[in-house]
Structures are given as C-alpha cells and as structure tokens.
C-alpha cells in the first residue's frame, strides 16, 4: 500500500500527524490557512516540498467552502494574496512555500485582471486548480529526481556492473515530507526497486528525530533494507563499515539550495558533508527546482530558523510495553514526556544548517543532475527546460 502523508479531494484535506508516528497513524483535518499555519509551525507537517503543498491546498479548501460568499474579482485576489502571505510566516526558511506563495499570487492577479470586475469566484476557482496542479506534479517530480539520483548513482565505479550499494540519508525526505515517493527518500526507492540497494543508512537526525521517527517508518513500510544509526556514528560508519557495505554516497534533501549551490537542510548535514570528503563518499542533494533560489546568493543570506531549547532537553514518546512473550512493543495509550538534560540547562536549537557548495558533488532535479563546472555550480541552467 502506498504511503499516503496528504489526502486531498476538491474541498477536503487531511494530513498524517507526523508528531504521533510511528506508533499512530492519525489523520488531521485542515479545514482553513489557519489550520495550516499551526499544523507547519508545530512541525506536524513537515518536509520543504510537502509545506507548500499543504499550506497552498489549506487555501484551496478554505476558497471551496467560501466561493458562494465571496466579493468581486480584485477583492478575491486581495484575500487570496493576504492569507498566502500569512501562509509563508509559518516557515522562513523553506523556500518552496515563499515559490509557491509566488506563482499563486501570480496567477491569481492575471486572472482578475481579465475578469475585472465579475464575481471571485472565477479567481477562486483559478487558484483551486493551481494548487492541485502542484499536488501532482510534485508526485511526478520526486520519480524523476529518484530515477536521476539513482541513475548518477550507479554510474560511479564502485557501482559497477551488478554490485549493489549502500548509501546514508539524513532527516526525512520521503513520502512524509512531499506529496508522495520523496526526493533523496525517492533515490533510494529507486535503488531498492531495480535491486541494487544493498542497505539504506539513516540518522536518527536529533533533536526531532525525523530519521528515527519518519524515515525508519517509511523504510519499514516499504521493506527496503535499513539500519538506523545516530548522528554521532557517521564518521565511524564510514570508516569502519564504508567498504565492506559499500557505501558510495550520502544523499540528503534541502529546504533552501541559493545560486551558488550552498544548501540549507536539517541540522547536521554540515557536518555528514565535512565525513564524505574526508572518506572519499559522494555527497548529492535531491531537490526539486522550486528549492533553488536564485535570488539568494549565497548560503551567508539564508535565514536560520531556531526553534525552541525544549526540543533538545525533553522528549516525549508512549510508555514500552513488552508483549506476553517478550517482544517489543508500546502502548500508545500512555504518553510520557521525560528530561534529557540538567534544570536550566540552556540550549542553541538551530532547525538547520548551510553545506558549503564546495562540498556537494551533485545536486538532483526532476530535470538532471548538476554538477558543478571549473569549481561552481550553474543552477539557472535548471531553469532553462521550460516549466
């Protein structure tokens, strides 16, 4: 059965709470922006391409239930512009939500323009169309970056012939964190479907532990082979178990990539992309092209979301609860929230970090594979395939 993180019909959103996985499968209603804008805040959806997606149908929903009551077409627009602007402070550092945000407004204001002064519902229904557009065609992005990563992959000489790989991710960049399949998440499916996927490596990615928590859930759903590492084993992965599992790359995903190719993604990333240039493993980023920002210059002008020092010295998960013969289990009945640290510990969160481009080997599109040339990465090349 196909992971399902977003289920939409014309008028209905619901999304996977990704706080209660992976012991509890709940499904949450977004009925209007506002449920959106809490629902991305609180981290129960998460994943650069999967806010846009929810935040832009959250608007969709609420323009459905609202298209009998709305004014004429300028006023329909001005709504439209001021809850997508609400809509982006949910959060900053994710550029596909700031893009999507931009070709809806675009859209939105062409169409008022013809329409002039008739009644909303025509911009209404304009921008309903969009947003479900981007419902599928990020579906059908994330199988292209899959196919190209993949592809890139198994050209590398430790791949040859029919020698199977591992790789390591980072984070959750699967089904959960876009509208299905998953950009790096997405290169290791397509590994494991043509049957070169020796094993996936994941982090448990702290302090939120998206690896432990999201990505394991995903990997076990689909019966591709893993083995959950915490952040702090890399280096000793790779150099203790890199050759004779054969790992060849770390693949990550990214919540802001800025023209020169510096990337910002989850914390730790940094720091797995300092381990594979020492050991020799490549580094990519798998990333739509409505990640790369190319009004950012650098990686120096991307803001850093920090989130609270809570995440870092509490956690929460239910009580264990081992079954009549011994297996492991959890009653998720019980929920218990415990101290990891000392009272009054203070604490630096930063949600994520830059990568330097100088340490990327590739970055992986719906449209190929970059790479940098005499030293730079040329990402508007990206943009010259058209829509």
Known sequence: ?????????SGTLQIL???????????????????????????????APAIAIVAALSLAVELFDKKSSLGNSQQTKEYIVEKLEYLVTSRPTAVNLADAARKLEKRVTE?????????????????ITAA??????????????????????LKLPKAEGDEQVSVLTHCNTGSLATAGYGTALGIIRSLHSSQRLRCAYYTETRPY??????????????NIP???????????????????ENIVAIVVGADRVAANGDTANKIGTYALAILAKHHGVKF????????IDLGTRSGEEIIIEERPSREMTVMKGPRTNPGDHGEPGVDTAVVEEFSTAAIGTQAWNPAFDVTPANLIDGIVTEVGVFEKDQGSFHLEKAFSYGP
């Open 17 to 47: 709470d990704q706080l209660q996985l992976p012991h509890k499968e709940v499904y949450q209603s977004i009925k209007n922006v506002e449920d959106a804008w809490h629902a991305i805040k609180d981290m129960r959806v998460r994943g």
């Open 226 to 244: 893993s083995t959950l590492i915490t952040d702090s084993m890399a280096a000793a992965l790779l150099r203790l178990n890199g050759e004779t």
């Open 1 to 9: 059965m196909v992971l399902q993180a977003i289920k939409y019909t």
């Open 132 to 153: 479900q557009d981007m419902l599928i065609d990020d579906i059908q992005d994330n199988q292209k970056i899959g196919s190209y990563g993949a592809s890139w992959i």
């Open 111 to 127: 169409t008022a323009a013809k329409s002039e002064d008739s009644q909303g519902s025509l911009v209404a229904e304009s921008y």
């Open 284 to 291: 990519l980023v798998a990333a739509p092209r409505t990640t």
């Open 209 to 222: 532990n998206q690896g432990s928590r999201l990505t394991g859930y995903e990997l076990i759903h689909d």
